[in-house]
């Protein structure tokens, strides 16, 4: 047993560089596990400096000096936050508030076209069991939204922790964005001089990194706004959350489409019933969701490292336990680290034999 794992070891393990970055590994993993809470912050700035990162090299190759550039990206940024914050966020309270009002009306809704169905069909519903389900459904909604509201009436306090962050977090961003050629030199002076494993990893993983964060927001951002503008149009209501829920569902493949369809379908069911209103609205949310898989998605990630379904699938429940929504949207980037960590991995000889002492 002992010679087996000599083996491995040797291996996997026989170069010194591979070793040290597995201690590297292992010491960021333990820091942002055990002080995760504390670092969001400067997790969340280091995210967003790194987007805005490639909008600044742009502008530096069409001629513009550093500083200027990153000034200019630092203020159009903080001008969208400041346009999310002031413009965005009370226009989602209200409608989530309005949502949370309107339930009652909606299911009442639902038992009557319920009832409807039941006087059709008496075979496949009798009015026990009808009476009983929407019995259930309306302690569940009671329930539910006294939660919302105590919900929404406890988060005073991390309302004041936001807008901490909404202080720190941009001035983070900024010198991030200044002094990355300095905080990148003071890093590198710290790794090791031989670094050529870490190296390959990080030249690999850092096109597909740019790639997939810069293409995600941007394909939240088109997705939202195109469901926005068209639920307006078209006279949905709640058409802001709507939307929100929508951009957010394409950070989850595959299973974010289906679980945003629900929603969107019982909003739309409620306010224009089974009527040709609704069959509109799904047929639009449909070209959406078609036009961002078939076109929005290919012409955004061409360069990101396929990875099987499964793999994505599994990476997005992994990471987003761990780390909630912030692992859920970085668990195709991690899933590629590891993959472009394990094709690197410098192996040894099998003839490596353990010596003649082993046990």
Same mark, same amino acid.
């Given at each position: ?14 170069? !010194? !560089?591979?070793?040290?970055?597995? &201690? &590297?590994?292992?010491?960021?993993? =333990? ?8 670092? /969001? ?28 550039? *990153? ?5 159009? #940024?903080?001008?969208?936050?400041? /346009? ?55 302690? !569940?909604?009671?329930?539910?939204? @006294? ?10 306090? =991390? ?14 961003? #900024? #010198? ?16 090791? $001089? ?9 030249? !690999?993983?850092?096109? @597909? ?15 939202? /706004? ?13 058409? /802001?959350?709507? $939307? ?26 409620? @306010? ?58 970085? =668990?195709?980037?991690?899933? *590629? ?23």
């Amino acid at each position: 047993m002992i010679k087996v794992l000599r083996s491995w070891f040797h291996k996997y393990f026989s170069d !010194e !560089e591979a070793v040290i970055l597995l &201690l &590297l590994l292992v010491l960021v993993l =333990a820091l942002v596990i055990n002080f995760g809470s504390a670092l /969001a912050p400067v997790l969340a700035s280091l995210v967003i400096a790194y987007v805005l990162q490639g909008v600044v090299i742009r502008l530096k190759r069409l001629g513009m000096p550093h500083l200027a550039a *990153t000034v200019l990206v630092f203020l159009v #940024f903080f001008s969208l936050t400041l /346009a999310s914050i002031f413009l965005l966020l009370p226009l989602l309270f209200s409608q989530t508030t309005e949502l949370v009002k309107e339930l009652p009306k909606m299911l009442n809704g639902a038992q009557a076209q319920i009832d409807q169905f039941a006087l059709r069909y008496p075979e496949y519903l009798s009015q026990e069991r009808i009476s009983e389900f929407y019995g259930q459904i309306a302690t !569940e909604a009671s329930v539910m939204g @006294q939660w919302l509201v105590s919900s929404i009436s406890s988060s005073i306090p =991390a309302l004041i922790g936001i807008l901490i962050y909404a202080v720190l977090v941009p001035i983070l961003v #900024f #010198f991030m964005l200044k002094d990355r050629d300095l905080l990148v030199g003071w890093l590198s002076r710290r790794l090791p $001089a031989k670094r050529q494993l870490m190296n390959t990893i990080w030249t !690999e993983a850092n096109q @597909q990194f740019a790639n997939y964060i810069r293409g995600k927001v941007l394909e939240i951002v088109i997705v939202g /706004a195109a469901t926005y503008v068209s639920f307006v149009l078209m006279g949905v209501n709640y058409a /802001a959350l709507l $939307a929100l829920l929508v951009g957010l569902s394409v950070v989850v493949p595959y299973v974010g489409a289906a679980v945003v369809t629900i929603p969107v379908a019982l909003v739309s069911i409620f @306010q224009f019933g089974w009527g040709s209103e609704f069959i509109w609205v799904m047929t639009v949310y449909g070209i959406i969701q078609a036009l961002d898989g078939n076109v929005l998605v290919p012409l955004l990630f061409s360069e990101v490292v396929n990875l099987h379904p499964v793999v994505i699938i599994v990476s997005v429940l992994f990471f987003g336990a761990m780390w909630g929504l912030w692992g859920v949207f970085f =668990a195709i980037p991690l899933a *590629t680290l590891l993959k472009a960590i394990i094709a690197a991995w410098p192996t040894a000889s099998l003839a490596y034999d353990g010596g003649a002492s082993d046990i």
